[in-house]
């Protein structure tokens, strides 16, 4: 019942900006907003008042005893206009930053994380061809005035999952459908990683850095397990490829598989990595059905045996040990989990997938792969992109009126495990009793 997650390991919560923040007009989440397409009728510009509550929100991850953060810059607030640097939107960071470093909590600063100007929106986002260098530009500006106050970084957040809400799905701002524009997007986004993964290590370097900066993207992985036939494990192969490899393998490896290698790859193979970031929430079943847009790579479907989040995802903590072993074997880098969360409004699941989902971690930190750190989804209730306010995944409750913040029965537990890097038989009878 109880397990040891050894001292050397760091806890802390993830966040991203736009999804915390509020207050910002001049992104394309705000828009989407604006027009109405979020499920429950909320809007991006409330969020959690982040922005204006930096201090109290810390002084709640302390209390949660988070050793790392992992936290989103808005870049409208950064380069609200093409090439124009906002000095307040700079100066803010650099004061949060600032207050972490100050309660001794580590940074872990992402670059993009869905959200984006409505300039770099308007003039086709991650399809336009320049893009890579339009988000070298920023990252330059963004390292150069705060690169001194964190050493750790995610260039991007989740490209596959961006790429296919946003343009196979249609769900997400611009709300297209097309696999061609999917595979123009994934490309543009690996070339970008790989661009702000050399100028933030650069950077870093000549301020005087060298050998302290750790470099990465938060990758969103699933299992895919198929249903018993061939056409299924075929669907399945299919499903891993288009949804995962050809943004993992192009953006740790800078090899561009097929068929994102067509047009050429100006940028060297390489390896452009220097941690595994793994965010993890559920495992699909994988049917075969070609026959319609949405299933054609592979339908994903629920395991009718396992538990569900407030969503219906599946509930699969196997799954998190899986994967971790699977991309150790391919990389061989310190494993981050950069996400691992569950929405559930009134919270009598997530103590127990917490306890589920780290026990697989200390297992596998006892047989010697390097998890290095944990990021739990999420610090508070936020704005849950299409799904707006409802779908609530944080270990505080926010009442979204009054901004009020309520640590949970499994934020409590979060942070005593984090106090002692393990689970105890007091805690099991405090928080698991039920
Ligand atoms: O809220 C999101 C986050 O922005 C990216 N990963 C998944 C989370 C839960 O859906």
């Not at 001292?7 to 923040?21: P, Y």
């Not at 595979?183 to 993964?197: E, P, Q, S, T």
Request: aromatic share 12%; net charge negative; proline share 5%.
């Amino acid at each position: 019942m109880t397990y040891s997650l050894g001292k050397d390991f760091l806890m802390g919560t993830a966040t991203a900006a736009l999804q915390i923040e509020g207050g910002d007009k001049n992104n394309n989440w705000y828009r989407w907003s604006e027009q109405g397409k979020i499920k429950d009728g909320s809007h991006s510009i409330r969020a959690n008042d982040h922005f204006n509550r930096v201090e109290e929100d810390i002084a709640l991850m302390k209390k949660m005893n988070n050793d790392t953060y992992r936290l989103g810059l808005e870049w409208s607030r950064i380069e609200p206009q093409p090439g124009q640097w906002d000095s307040k939107g700079l100066a803010h960071y650099r004061k949060e930053l600032t207050l972490l470093n100050q309660a001794g909590i580590k940074p872990l600063v992402t670059l993009h994380h869905f959200s984006h100007p409505l300039w770099f929106e308007d003039m086709g986002g991650w399809e336009h061809p320049q893009s890579p260098e339009i988000f070298l530009r920023f990252t330059k500006t963004v390292v150069e005035n705060l690169g001194d106050l964190a050493s750790d970084w995610i260039t991007i957040n989740e490209p596959n999952v961006y790429a296919l809400g946003s343009y196979v799905a249609g769900e997400w701002p611009p709300g297209k459908q097309s696999v061609p524009a999917y595979l123009r997007v994934l490309k543009n986004m690996i070339k970008g990683h790989i661009l702000a993964y050399r100028e933030i290590h650069r950077i870093r370097q000549y301020m005087g850095f060298a050998g302290k900066t750790m470099v990465g993207v938060a990758n969103h992985i699933r299992v895919f397990d198929p249903e018993d036939s061939a056409g299924a494990r075929l669907a399945a192969r299919l499903m891993d490829r288009m949804f995962h490899q050809l943004a993992i393998r192009g953006m740790v490896e800078g090899k561009m598989l097929f068929p994102l290698g067509l047009g050429g790859h100006p940028l060297k193979k390489g390896f452009y990595m220097d941690f595994f970031g793994l965010n993890y929430y559920s495992r699909d079943i994988i049917g075969f059905k070609p026959t319609s847009f949405t299933t054609m790579f592979g339908e994903q479907k629920n395991d009718p045996e396992l538990p569900k989040n407030d969503l219906g995802w599946d509930i699969y903590p196997q799954g998190i040990y899986r994967i971790c072993k699977d991309y150790h074997q391919r990389y061989q880098v310190p494993i981050y989990i950069t996400e691992n969360g569950i929405c559930d409004a009134d919270d009598d699941q997530r103590p127990q997938y917490i306890y589920d989902h780290l026990e697989q971690v200390a297992k596998l930190r006892e047989e010697g792969i390097p998890v290095e750190r944990y990021y739990h989804w999420t610090l508070m209730d936020n704005f849950e992109w299409v799904e707006g306010e409802s779908a609530r995944f944080g270990l505080i409750h926010c009442d979204f009126e009054t901004q009020q913040r309520t640590i949970r029965k499994s934020g409590r537990f979060y942070g005593d495990i984090a106090k002692q890097k393990a689970v105890t038989q007091d805690m099991v009878e405090k928080y698991l009793q039920d």
